[in-house]
């Protein structure tokens, strides 16, 4: 054993000894059984790494008082003690056993070649709909794809394998991204369990990518990657208090993704802070075979969307106020109208009200685009799996989830599932007729309308809600969103920390055009810088009523 191999030996054994380990290798799945009570408020451990930026860890690197080894065995002993015991978050479904390695590997890189980027040797989380052909599985939460291992990477966990990020595990999600049930709870899969609000642990962190945007919040750590289809992204980062992007449709490649709907389906980035999330966005985006759609983002993309991110970018900036999204909680409305008085001072011009034509309008025909795309598109992306996979078809996945109806439907059924195996294939009118009225009226009719009007450079609006109580028995209970409109156009949408209700995040949405990431960026940094609202979770038991928010 070498000198420098027995200070990082004795620096891994003093980590799990403080995080009362008693070494530093996880179990490799969190699985779904009962965890223990709360943590006390308190008792979770201090943590060495806990809210460094990619460019502290990166600074730290260089200098050689850190290496991705150290980085990623803390991040992997984080995961044990907050993960799997202590407050049992259940944000993480599995680490990745080849992690160390991997990271030892990118160490030796930097030390002969130098760093590829700023995402080299940093540890990454990835939703559990995103392919790796590793040693972990995919399976968007579902004990119907256990042990199933993608043929190939998706294209973002390759691009990120290619950034030299190391790939630490899977996330825990809301099942099949939320699409089971009309009665769902949000952060709960058959595979992981129920995830936890780390801010408050009876709440809920929201989905379908709950357990990206809570491991990001509780610094079990330094990225990850969410999905989202309708508010997936932006709702978790809301409420849990991180920042989360989710992109233009076809900035960022679908393939390898367990899908939803082509037509609203996106990855995206989520971080601590919105610099961060640009650096994480620059590894992924790009054209690519596998994916259609990402042929329309040639000429729109940005080399490095870090050098739009300006903290006076909001001077001059002409901001819609969406005052339709306004008005489901008193103190949402206090918080939202204290950030636009910040945007004001900070030189940005407000248009009040620029509402968005036509909100509301296409509830409906959206979830039955959704309903018909899931049929076809899960069925193209199971056969795909090749002839080792477990199902083939939706079908087959509804009768498995009846065959095994204890561990996959205790708390609630699969309504949406049943309701997208009777629908007909793409060609029906039906299909076709919704799609068209969907983006006319969230595209050209909407959000492109009253930016038209009122020469907007961006929209705001709440992202949504305090965390709820989470309700196994009567599943969710949304308060209130924004997240449709950009969401069915396939537009950008970032979310904000934007205060608290006590102690519970809430977020702000800075929604734009196809396109315009870099200009929300831009916004959404210069807010970021403005108002600092980002706080580490406390893991109290329940909402301190106390603490006036």
Same mark, same amino acid.
């Given at each position: 054993m070498t000198a420098g191999t027995r200070r990082e030996f004795l620096w891994l054994a003093s +980590? &799990? *000894?403080? @995080?009362g380990l008693s070494g =530093? *290798? =996880?179990?490799s799945a969190a699985g779904a059984s009962p965890r223990p009570a709360a943590s006390p408020a308190g008792t979770v451990p201090a943590f060495e790494l806990e809210e460094l930026t990619l460019d502290e860890l990166q600074r730290r690197m260089a200098a050689g008082t850190l290496t991705s080894r150290r980085l990623t065995a803390a991040y992997l002993a984080r995961i044990a003690a907050l993960d799997r015991r202590g407050p049992a978050l259940h944000h993480v479904?599995?680490?990745?056993?080849?992690a160390l390695a991997i990271a030892d590997s990118l160490d030796a890189e930097r030390r002969t070649k130098g760093a590829r980027g700023p995402l080299h040797g940093i540890p990454v989380l990835l939703k559990d709909n995103l392919d790796t052909h590793d040693r972990n599985t995919t399976t968007a939460g579902s004990l119907a794809l256990a042990g199933s291992i993608p043929p190939r990477d998706s294209t973002v966990a390759g691009k990120l394998r290619q950034a030299g990020a190391v790939l630490l595990g899977k996330t825990n999600l809301s099942e099949w991204a939320n699409i089971r049930s009309t009665h769902s709870t949000s952060g709960w *899969? #058959? /595979? #992981?369990g129920l995830a936890r609000n780390p801010y408050v642990l009876d709440r809920n962190p929201c989905g379908s990518s709950s357990g990206s945007a809570a491991a990001v919040a509780a610094n079990l750590c330094a990225l990850a990657i969410g999905t989202e289809t309708d508010g997936s992204i932006v709702c978790p980062s809301s409420a849990n208090g991180i920042v989360g992007l989710k992109p233009t449709l076809g900035l960022v490649s679908r393939a390898g993704i367990i899908p939803i709907a082509h037509s609203q389906d996106t990855a995206g980035p989520m971080a601590r802070t919105v610099r961060d999330a640009a650096m994480l966005l620059n590894a992924i985006v790009g054209a690519d075979d596998r994916d259609a759609a990402t042929a329309d983002s040639a000429g729109h993309g940005v080399a490095d969307y870090t050098r739009t +991110?300006? %903290?006076? #970018? +909001? /001077? &001059?900036? /002409?901001i819609g106020v969406v005052r339709k999204a306004f008005g489901f909680n008193a103190r949402v409305d206090r918080l939202m109208e204290d950030a +636009?008085?910040?945007? $004001?001072? /900070? &030189?940005? =011009?407000l248009v009040d009200p620029a509402d968005i034509p036509h909100l509301g309008e296409y509830d409906e025909t959206e979830l039955d685009v959704l309903l018909y795309e899931l049929? %076809?598109? @899960?069925?193209a992306y199971l056969q795909a799996l090749g002839p080792a996979a477990p199902v083939k078809s939706l079908a087959d996945v509804i009768a498995f989830n009846e065959a095994h109806r204890a561990e996959e439907m205790p708390y609630f059924g699969q309504e949406l599932f049943i309701r997208a195996d009777a629908k007909g294939p793409l060609t029906d009118p039906a299909y076709r007729d919704a799609l068209e009225k969907n983006r006319r009226l969230a595209r050209t009719e909407g959000i492109d309308a009253v930016m038209d009007e009122h020469k907007l450079d961006a929209l705001v609006a709440p992202t949504g809600g305090p965390a709820w109580t989470t309700d196994l028995v009567n599943g969710d209970h949304f308060s209130g969103g924004s997240s449709t409109a950009p969401a069915v156009a396939g537009y950008p949408n970032?979310? $904000?920390?934007?205060?608290d209700i006590f102690g519970l995040p809430v977020g702000i949405s800075f929604i734009g055009r196809a396109w315009s990431e870099a200009t929300l960026l831009r916004l959404a940094f210069a807010f970021e810088q403005a108002t600092k609202f980002r706080r580490a979770p406390r893991f109290l038991p329940t909402v301190d009523l106390g603490q006036v928010g």
């Open positions: +980590l &799990g *000894s403080a @995080l =530093v *290798s =996880v179990p479904i599995e680490t990745n056993p080849d *899969s #058959g /595979r #992981g +991110l300006d %903290a006076d #970018g +909001l /001077r &001059g900036a /002409r +636009l008085a910040e945007m $004001v001072r /900070r &030189g940005a =011009v049929k %076809a598109d @899960l069925a970032i979310n $904000v920390p934007a205060g």
